[in-house]
């Protein structure tokens, strides 16, 4: 019942910065909170980020705080992550992904992306 779609993914030499979006349609007011996630080959699926749709409250990874800025705009409805300071280590594909509860687990998000490729250089 709700649509997510990734954007924004591309290849960025190291230390640069990329700017993904999803864009999110359907049930939206069933969305609690929303996040990013990535995976690399061979590995798991990872925490990025996380906002509360309605508040914006924010949690962030260890592994990307500082660097990384997850936003969102309610009435466009639409969800950022702004990425900084890239290096070899968050190549990987990012998914953006919604739920009904306050969680960093993969798998209690209801709602997916298909993905969107993220490759820096070095």
């Known amino acids: 019942q709700v649509q997510l779609v990734e954007s924004g993914g591309g290849l960025v030499q190291a230390g640069g910065s990329l700017r993904l979006s999803c864009a999110v349609s359907g049930r939206t007011f069933s969305i609690y909170v929303m996040a990013w996630f990535r995976q690399a080959p061979g590995k798991e699926r990872d925490f990025v980020a996380r906002?509360?749709?309605?508040?914006?409250?924010?949690l962030y990874a260890d592994s990307v705080k500082g660097r990384f800025t997850i936003s969102r705009d309610n009435a466009k409805n639409m969800m950022y992550l702004q990425m900084n300071s890239l290096s070899s280590e968050d190549t990987a594909v990012y998914y953006c992904?919604?739920?009904?509860?306050?969680?960093?687990?993969?798998?209690?998000?209801?709602?997916w992306g298909q993905g969107t490729q993220v490759t820096v250089s070095s």
């Open positions: 992904a919604a739920a009904r509860l306050l969680t960093t687990y993969s798998r209690q998000y209801d709602n």
């Open positions: 906002i509360t749709w309605s508040g914006g409250t924010t």
